[in-house]
């Protein structure tokens, strides 16, 4: 293998920038004849797309969703009812998926849209002995306005080829696999988030998994992509909040020189054991720390926020910053980010302004601040959970209530997050034209 | 899920005793009624059984070798010949594969031993998307006395156990994986690893995922366990010895509170990035080193010792401890050390005795021992590498050489190691009736 991906961690800590001009950049330097490079950043930290790791002769056939090949389903599967079983199970998919094959020797074959079914694997394949595998976390909702929407997909997307890159796994233009998705969420979505759904949506699950079929512990030769819709249940909102448990210092999920800002498989087998543990407990997830300080890092497979005064009575939001690359990059994090420090600086609705700061932080601090009655709120944020008041967070041995609001059900600052978050997401509160709000349209 | 597997690490540091009394201890505790424990050490550490991980009202099947249920190839392959593409391939695996599959409601279905083939996943099987995957790499010998042999399969298949259970998947008694283990290499051992070819070896991978076709980020409640074997050519030794490339801060492979001592997936497709980019510049693997005392670990996927003669001088052989269970606890290594601590103790052949130590040490150490001329050997040592002479050492913008004996090609104490367990492996030396060699009886 004369040369190798460049991964960011290499160039530069900051993959902060998944923005749209950061993709278009990406793209505008993306020619199929040469080593490829995806900028992550402000154009200072690039991804070298591993789709060339070898000095092939020839160049490899990129990723084209305009090769898309369509072939559909004869054997059209029901929708489940709301409230039934099937819409719990999470084991519902739709009646299509995309899937891309990838060789080391000759690049992306034209991409498909086919009926969803099983995969056929050899025993022998990478992704299941080396966790060769990583994958995104979307939604496609369905509006009240009765428009179909993804929520910045292009953030996802860019991420998606930044775990690649983490996990050996190849590049790929991330604005083609956006269309990709488009066009599975355009083919299926009409029949499986209906009209008369509105507030609903469906997992869309975008993956990467090496085929090779050789167990040698080595850079995947092979490499299947593909994306999949599955129906959720609409999340309730946790009675009485979020329930937390505090990881001992026996049980880790993420180190500096690790892999804990990528969304790579092996962040999460690892993790549930202690997960089981706390469900066990009466828990929802493991709220975790790290490093004998106990920085707070995640909770469960979600970003961790805080809102609190400080001392000298400035209210923040807090959440874990990204330098140390132990934290995921997620897209409701940045999206809550960016919102609160656009709206919350000059308070809003009778809510005070707020302050909003990324920075390491520790248990140590919110216990302070729950003990001396300066924490506000807390919430959990990212695609799956969404927006989830935490109510409660054991440590040590100990119980810290955190208030949830005069109401019991939210703190008024996550309440309002969330329903601005709602209204791009879905199309409501006047929210219908926002620039995050990326508009399917159905076949 | 009301009762969650207890894992080692949350009740002793130690789980280095993966003998066959550890193993038969954890059988003598197995009864399909009740939660099983299977001891992976002195009788302090307990491994529950992760088959019942629920307050099932009927007790859940246990694996069981007797119910296994045979269907023979009616397509048998060729087997490739020495030299041949194809064994060096590392993708043709033998006529048969063992198969099992585990619900968490009804516990492990009778085995099969069935046609190699293809396996077919659903798209959401948790294993594609968080990593619940672990295995085992073992060998299947042919010996120069015509005998085929496995190599302390008891550990191997004690440390599958264990790191099941760090990965979430479930328990089974170990002695049941070794018999189903037994009956495959006796189906194509004869085959496969025919008696003119003494000295060749197939290798064995145990492998469990979890399947479960839903996309929770939970415990498995679905998971298949198979067995292949796979040719793989005869390893050459490396000309000059092996070249390793020291690990930078940036790229970390495991950590206190991790899983660095598991055989899960999650260790090795991280590792993979930097493993490539020191293969495109030239070396064999990575010297994985841990923490800002850079602490030596691992090199590649294999355990790394050093011979060396202290300042006081006394000569050692030395590797990483166990006890922060960032190291795997290599058969291999396990074995060196018990075979030198035994017969190194008053000296060898005109060779001095040598002192046996396991602790923590750094690169700075070895490069001191380099500089002041006490570095006699280094080697790394695992089941696909076997015993490899280390010539070369990359660190932080230094080249370092390590002796390799008069002859260039390895250190002595080196040599003498291989031979050792190369005589138990393929029952040659006069090793022929050595315990640690499990002699198969083939069909």
């Known amino acids: 293998m004369p040369s190798i991906a460049v991964t960011p961690h290499e160039e530069n800590g900051n993959v902060s920038d998944l923005t749209a001009q950061g993709i278009k950049h990406a793209l505008q330097k993306t020619a199929p004849s040469q080593l490829k490079s995806a900028s992550l950043s402000d154009s200072t930290t690039q991804v070298h797309s591993a789709n060339h790791q070898h000095d092939a002769p020839t160049p490899l056939a990129e990723l084209d969703a305009s090769l898309l090949q369509?072939?559909?389903?004869?054997?059209?599967?029901?929708?489940?009812?709301l409230g039934s079983p099937e819409m719990?199970?999470?084991?519902?998919?739709?009646?299509?998926m995309i899937q891309a094959r990838w060789t080391s020797s000759t690049g992306w074959d034209a991409p498909t849209l086919q009926p969803y079914g099983p995969l056929s694997l050899m025993p022998t394949a990478s992704c299941l002995h080396y966790a060769t595998e990583c994958f995104e976390g979307m939604k496609l909702y369905r509006g009240y306005d009765g428009k179909l929407r993804l929520f910045r997909p292009q953030l996802n997307c860019a991420r998606m080829l930044m775990s690649t890159s983490r996990i050996a796994l190849p590049g790929f233009p991330p604005e083609e696999l956006l269309k990709l998705i488009v066009r599975l969420c355009a083919t299926d979505g009409a029949k499986w988030l209906p009209k008369d759904r509105p507030g609903s949506f469906l997992y869309i699950r975008p993956t990467m998994i090496a085929s090779d079929p050789a167990l040698g512990v080595q850079r995947p030769t092979e490499a299947l992509l593909f994306v999949i819709l599955t129906c959720f249940a609409p999340m309730d909102a946790l009675d009485g909040g979020m329930r937390l448990l505090a990881s001992k210092d026996d049980m880790v999920r993420a180190w500096p020189g690790g892999f804990g800002y990528a969304k790579v498989g092996a962040n999460y087998g690892p993790s549930l054991v202690a997960q089981g543990e706390a469900r066990a407990l009466g828990y929802h997830q493991i709220l975790w720390l790290f490093g004998e300080e106990c920085f707070v890092t995640e909770a469960g497979a979600s970003n961790f926020f805080v809102v609190w005064r400080t001392r000298e009575g400035v209210m923040q939001i807090v959440t874990a910053c990204l330098t140390e690359r132990i934290v995921l990059?997620?897209?409701?994090?940045?999206?809550?980010?960016?919102?609160?420090?656009?709206?919350?600086?000059?308070?809003?609705?009778?809510?005070?302004?707020?302050?909003v700061v990324e920075r390491k932080f520790s248990m140590a601090e919110v216990v302070e601040a729950v003990e001396e009655g300066r924490l506000?709120?807390?919430?959990?944020?990212?695609?799956?959970?969404?927006?989830?008041?935490?109510?409660?967070?054991?440590?040590?041995?100990?119980?810290?209530?955190?208030?949830?609001?005069?109401?019991?059900?939210?703190?008024?600052?996550?309440?309002?997050?969330?329903?601005?978050?709602?209204?791009?997401?879905?199309?409501?509160?006047?929210?219908?034209?926002?620039?995050?709000?990326?508009?399917?349209?159905?076949?």
Chains 1, 2 share one sequence.
């Open 376 to 443: 506000i709120e807390a919430f959990a944020a990212g695609t799956a959970w969404f927006v989830a008041p935490v109510g409660h967070i054991h440590f040590r041995g100990k119980d810290f209530k955190v208030p949830m609001g005069e109401n019991g059900q939210s703190g008024r600052y996550t309440a309002v997050v969330k329903e601005w978050l709602r209204g791009i997401m879905w199309g409501t509160n006047g929210q219908e034209s926002h620039e995050w709000g990326h508009i399917v349209d159905e076949k």
């Open 88 to 96: 719990a199970s999470q084991k519902v998919c739709t009646d299509h």
């Open 329 to 355: 990059d997620g897209v409701t994090r940045r999206s809550v980010l960016e919102l609160a420090r656009e709206r919350f600086a000059i308070g809003y609705e009778g809510l005070e302004a707020v302050e």
């Open 70 to 81: 369509t072939t559909y389903t004869t054997s059209p599967r029901p929708v489940p009812a």
